[in-house]
């Protein structure tokens, strides 16, 4: 029975490949958009019914994780990862370069006989954009960046890898209420001021008008992967006034993981992020982040939608696969926290994975846990692409086709020098150091402080109940705490210092020598 089943899945995913026809591919990937952010997979109060309908027509991967980051911008790694399909450990300068060696997925797709599009962020180096695609709408992050939805720096892509301040520009609208192009100067980068709708659209407007162009307008027999990069939810949060209005700020529900101060120094507690709200983070200073945060969601998935009806109304959909993922988790005050540098699930790690379009005929839930890594070997499977040798990470196909539950039996995280975790079964042990004094010399004694917690995630999925004190739990935090240290030999976290010139592992112990 097993056997028919797999067969039944293969049929279905791949109809169009044995019609001679590969399935078109458009990989969206949006910005600080936690699991929760889509009400069908968290079954929070945010309204999502595009993306909703994308996962009850797809398949859902409920345990999806970013491995981590060495950067506070966790989304130059987090893309990296995607784009290369190499693990945290293994990515060039924290992420921000993508060597000629990194095959990165559109070049796979494009060595397959694939037209490969970009439109929306890009945050590697400036000569893998225009190297990887073959072509490209209006891209962003490439040395100018307002932090402002509605002025925003764009750049028409180009094949040479060449994207000076002076070609850059904004859209915004003219007195008859056309979008405009308006010349961007800047000899810095420039936060605001603050912009609203009146003054320009919005980056997700933008993004995916770009992409419907494209999709409307494409001709040519063979298929495209399109890599479509939203800047949304990313900060600031904001949405057009009527999807802000649907999120009454005084009738938020706070999550169970809300706190008004994060109980301790976790490394890193004063950077851009954090300084995105005062302290204590009170009820109403989190209902008012997490309002702002549902708004632009929900703008966002209006988009989404917009482009899911383009590739209907041009006929494309029923042979094109959609995979949708978040590049990282975020707190917006969850455990009193409000960015994303951090390792527990929702504040920083878990994020959305849903693959769908009319390509994918058999919906699925799968608990498999997997990385932000392992998304470009799965879709080169499943569009019978040959996935290169420099990618790492683990195709989740057989999951798909229910040959295996698993490809991972846990997984691993990392957070600069200052935390790591480690999931097993249904327990995750995290794990932070804090050195006193980083400028000892070798052969000085360091003093510091270790903080452990230990959750049952499975039982209490928003990281709750620290169990790392109770008699009953010893034996498993004293099992894990003994695995993650051979774990991250296995991950190579050992390997070198990643920039800093100390290392996590170097303070694990607060009395260590220095090395």
Known sequence: MKKICKIVILLALWAGKAAGQQPNVVLIYTDDHR???IHALGGQAVETPNMDKLSEEGVVFDNAYLMGSFAGATCIPSRAMLLSGRPLFQLKRQGHLIPKEHTTISEAFHSAGYRTHIVGKWHQDKASVSRAFDSGGQVMGLGAYLVDHYRMPLWKWNDQGKYPKSEAYL???????NRVKEAFVATERVRGPIGTEENGPHTSEIFAEDAIDFIENYKEQNPFFMYLAFHAPHDPRQAPKRFKKKYPEEKIQLPPSYMSQHPFDNGHMYLRDEALAVWPRTEAVSQKELSDYYAIITHLDEQIGKVIASLKASGKYENTIIVLAGDSGLAVGNHGLMGKQNVYDEDGLHIPLIIGGGAIKTPQRKDALCYTHDIYPTIC?????????????KSLLPVINNQKDQIRDYTYHAYRQFQRAYRKGDYKLIEYVRAADFTKKEGDQVRG???????NYKKDPWETQDLSFFPEYQEILKEMQSEIKEIAKKEDDYKEKVGYGFDFWDYYNPTLIVK
């Open 171 to 177: 859209i915004s609208y003219d007195k008859k209420n």
């Open 35 to 37: 699991y929760s952010g």
């Open 381 to 393: 499977d499943l569009a019978k692409v040959k996935i290169p040798s420099s990618v790492i990470g």
């Open 449 to 455: 402080s270790r903080v452990t917690q230990l959750f």
